[in-house]
């Protein structure tokens, strides 16, 4: 299951999250958390270098893109490997939107389609459509195979 | 970073896209500051539709109160230095929606909803259902893909939901409980009710819709269709029906579809529109609840193995693995040929999804472990060759996995025979790869390239070189591994698995797999022991030797930056650490490990839980996860939680065995013999045994640690050293009194010298509140320790001793307390028992003298004298610490008979009874309660063993089963459990200046000694729940500091209340005066100080958590504030305010505080989150 799927900005806000299976007083937390750990951690780490961590049964994975870092929680199946995974999908998913690293700017300028791919990144707690050339066909509208 | 500062979430809702996007590339000029976007929007474009429009011009005044205000707290939480801009609102961009709906067919709206209005509702944390007719309007009409595509997305969110379990779209924005404001509208709001049955009435047409322009739009709307409530089974069935039906149209596996595979744009346009079917219902399938019973998974999800569409394929093996899990003979049978080579399962191996991968090495572990397919031993095989050809897979995900499945880890339950027989299988299997799987013979025909491969080696080799990755994350999960490796090794030893034999040479087992059962050495341990030794010359291909060189590899990544990396190649050490093994090396890691600041508390007390778990799996290793839990205790002291290691010291103490026992406390007293914490100190970062606490919140917990030390050593060590007065032979110590200290300590030390030392350490202590412990030890003692402990009370109390004490200089750097003055008060009464019970003896031996003289025969007055003064005793004793009542002897054992002479006489039973004061006092039923020892009850059936256990509290039923918070948090981590957040530390926190929850712990730690003592005198009574805490605190009041569990936190007058009621003037008579003359909080519990009473095990739990429920709201002085504003709550975590309101502060949490209410509000609920601009703070 993954459990959240969060974005931030350098200061630490919060740019998109996505929580599934997690109570909601444990949000805050987590969100808390995740901050804390992209501050202690992330200072002059290269583009989408990965970095792991974890809590009890709880993986996390997370790196940073541009301006923006990106946080994946997961548990059971999704551990530190699969969240890498996932969290590779969605760089790259990320890349295609903005073109390249993104600056805030430019992520927020692309807001709405990142929410779409994340949609198909991310079903319901598993992970779904891996390629970048899917998801681009699907966030169109457009059959994940052409004929 | 101030070129960030124009580029919040804020910004990307601000105003129109058009100036946003112009300053991109210089984001300093600041875009118009404007309602301009919305204004403009209606004016040119709005043709609102007017009948509706009083009615939602009441909702949307409303919304839009509710969101500018809460977006006022947003902004002030998210971009605090910012200059006001005018963000684009909620109810703006839901009324260009309306707007825009109706003209969707101009293109100019299309772009405006597609690049202006649905990016930025995304922003927003939920969506209004009232936007749900525009939506299903736009839906229906508007022919724009990227239109349509937001649509789908919307419609999702709203049939989402985004309460408690649901997806809770969306980033930084709160929104209002849109059904809750719906309420209050009485004109007749929208609610989710409403429009859910619709939405999914449209979303199921459209499933529906076979046409084949349309299958596109399908797709997505199936996809939308999984968010609606899966709770409701009207809906559910509905899901079920479409997606069943769109599988039996196009999960037919005719085999012109396999010619699609992987061929992609080879396929005809039929097929690919049957295989985009094929995926979307599977995964719509893989969203819904499973239903085993219903045939139809398993049949349309194996058939979905062999779809064209590789992400069908992953979840549908992620089904059938799941099914398989629950019914794994059906599975085996559906499967059929699929698993042979050629078949559908074959090709997953080369399908480039690793997650399908992942799942088809669960799938395959389950069937070929499954015990209902025991007599089809051929299809387990075949499952089995296939998890084997998933070690050599590319990927380390799939690989790791299959090693974990080999390992017998493949769910979270653990089962001791399983990881065994997983060791066994590692060590002895032979892959035999792809080619030669089919026939045995074939071994010999390949011999060259393919030539079988033992599996461990194979393994060994691929963790060695993921360890020479560079990404964190395959290190940490290879770290993982080798703990489980760890895990199950220690099960097969543990089970004693003779054949595992680690010095063989394991192509021994390649060269003659099929005779080696019998022949093989069974002795593995010496033999392990000789070849870990002789590593050198064993050479690489024994097991030993390889597990070596991968223990080598694992030890040099700990120079990974990565603290978590670190942690997890900790914990593997400690796993892959055997009974036997020389463990320095180890040590020498943890103790520099554990130097290095970075080191979170939550990842040390992981750390500290997996040595429970070790010790669990073999607890031959007490004596060296003691050693390990010594360096936590004098590194760290101020991070690891105190209840865990003392569970540990005690589980260890109990594990260790009459060898162990004497070591396993040495391992306690260490934490005694730790020099203060001198401030700046940095002598003590490289040496085990120097305490690091250069800073006063460790040294407060390294205070806490000592006295749990104390208290753990005075309730234990007659338990360590098998030391009791009821069991020894020893004459009273009237006798010894003519030897001289050094003399006594001499006799002490050859007598017992665990219990002489455990002795020495609680005295060189006594500031720390020791003479509790020494009283009790004291009292369970025979001599000459008895007599050694009173000379030491005594001269402390009298405070003569003090040039003798030098060491109290260094215990605890405080002398003023040894002048008499203080002590003496605190001290009396112990003093006052042994002084009693040692006349008591005297004039005993005294009376039997004067008998034996005059020969006469002891009168019944005589002998109910003597009877009454062993009983007065008794019940004195039983007020300091747990002795058993038939046997503890306070006259000596020469007062054995008489006192047996007596009760025949009398008819006396020798029970506890009501006479005990602990009983009288209501203690013991506390006591008797949690520790369940039905021993209690029936003296006369008491075991030896099991008395001597309880009085240790050590009772075995007390181990592993009961509810103190450290248990829970071990039998937790033992379960696996726990998605909790975890816990921010208090120190560093950079990125939020808000205090956190721990700051606000932290301080309420450091606040409840001052206020403790106002709250005793404050607190005419308690409630009876307290009774609990019913004990000293003395030593908390003493040293000003608290350790929750083990003493109150607080002294509470009603124990005071209690015992003068209670327990009548016989006793204070026998104790007579000092006790009175002292202020109320010190003298009852100093005389009730019953927690030895008590099984800390059991009876600690509820305590601390009361304690320190009630320390967070007596030292938070709770802080009360009244609502300025109205707030309607957005989430479940949210709390609704009406102005005016009056509120408790509980704490405050990123731009958050918590409160609660006086009364239940009109949701009913009490406390939650709300904005900190909300509240009025006086």
Redesign the interface.
Known sequence: MI?AVLFA?????????????????????????L??L????LKGVKNEE?????????YI?YTILG?VSIYVVG?D?Y???????VIFTITSAVKDVCGKPP????F??K???I??CL?EIV????????EKDRIKR?????????? | ?AD?S????M??ITAD?TP??SS?SS?TSAPPPSATSSTSLSSTLGKPATEKKSKRATLMQIQNDTISAAKAAVRTN??PQKQKKKPVSYSQLARSIHELAATSDQRSSQRQL?QHV???L??YNSVDPSLAPSLLMLNQQCED??V???V??YL?RILSDT???G??????IPTPNWDALADIDAVGGVTRADVVPRIIEQLSAEATNADVEF???R??SL?AL??APSTNSDILSRLYEIVFGILEKVGDPSQKKKKGILG??G???ES??R??LQ?ASL?AL??LPLDPGNPAFLHYAVLGISS??P?AVRNAL?IVSEIAARDPYAVAMALGKQVQPGGALQDVLHLH???AR?SLA?LCCTISRAKALDERPDIRSQFNSVLYQLLLDP???VC?EAILCVLGKYD?AERTEERASGWYRLTREILKLPDASSKESSKDKSQKIKRPQPLIKLVMRRLESSFRSF???????AA?VVQEMGKSRAAAFALGIQDVDEGAHVNTFADASDLNDSDESTHPESIRRTSSVSNGTAGRDTIAGMLASLMEVVRTTVACE?V??RA?VIKALIWMQGPFDSFDELESIIASELSDPAWSA?LLN?VLLTLHARFKASPDMAVTLLEIARIFATKVPGKVDADVLQLLWKTCLVGAGPDGKHKALEAVTIVLDLPPPQPGSMLGLTSVDRVSASDPKSALALQRLVQAAVWFLGENANYAASEYAWESATPPGTALMMLDADKMVAAASSRNPTLAGALTRLQRCAFSGSWEALTTMAIRSGEPFRLQIYEFLHTLAQGGLQSQLSDVHLSNGEDQGASGTGLGVLLSPMIKVLDEMYSAQDDLIKEVRNHDNAKKEWTDDELKKLYETHERLLDLVSLFCYVPRTKYLPLGPISAKLIDIYRTRHNISASTGLSDPAVATGISDLIYESSKTPAAAEPDALDDDLVNAWAANLGDDGLWGNNAPAMNRVN??LA??????????EE?????PSV??DDMWAKTLLETTELEEDDAKSLGSSSPDSTGSVETSISSHFGGMSYPSLFSSRPNSYGADKASRGSGPSIYEGISSPIREEPPPYSSPGMYRNESFENPLAGTGSRSFESQDDERISSGNPQFGSALYDFTAG???ELSLTAGEEVEIEYE??G?FYVKKKRPGRDGKMAG?VPVLYVNQP
Not at chain 2, 471 to 477: G, K, N
Not at chain 2, 988 to 992: E, F, M, P
């Open positions: 459990l900005n350098a200061e630490g806000n919060i740019l998109i999250k996505r929580f599934h299976g997690v109570p909601a007083e444990e949000r805050l937390h987590w969100r808390s958390f901050v804390k992209g501050a202690d951690n990965l970095l792991v961590a974890c809590h009890k049964s709880v994975v301006d548990k199946a551990d530190e490997l699969a969240l890498s995974e600056t805030e700017r430019r927020l300028d807001y709405g389609r929410c779409l949609d079903w319901k707690g598993y992970l779904e459509n891996t699907l966030i169109r509208l457009k059959p994940p195979t052409e004929f | 970073m960030s124009g580029t919040t979430l910004d990307l896209p946003a996007t991109s984001s998210i971009m597609v649905f990016p930025k995304a922003v893909k990227s349509l595509r937001y789908y997305y999702a309460g408690s379990q997806l809770s779209s969306g980033g930084g299958h596109a739009r797709l997505q996809k999984t968010y992609g744009k396929g005809d346009k690919i529109i295989s985009n995926y995964s893989r969203r064209a569409d992400v992620e999804d690793v997650l992942v669960r990927s380390e995900r790791f979270s990404s964190r994350p395959v290190l940490h999960a993982r990565c978590y990396v997890m939550g992981d937790e981590f696996g459990a726990g998605t909790d957040a975890p816990e921010v530390d560093n926190i950079i990125s939020r956190s929850y989430g479940d975590d949490v990123d958050w989150l």
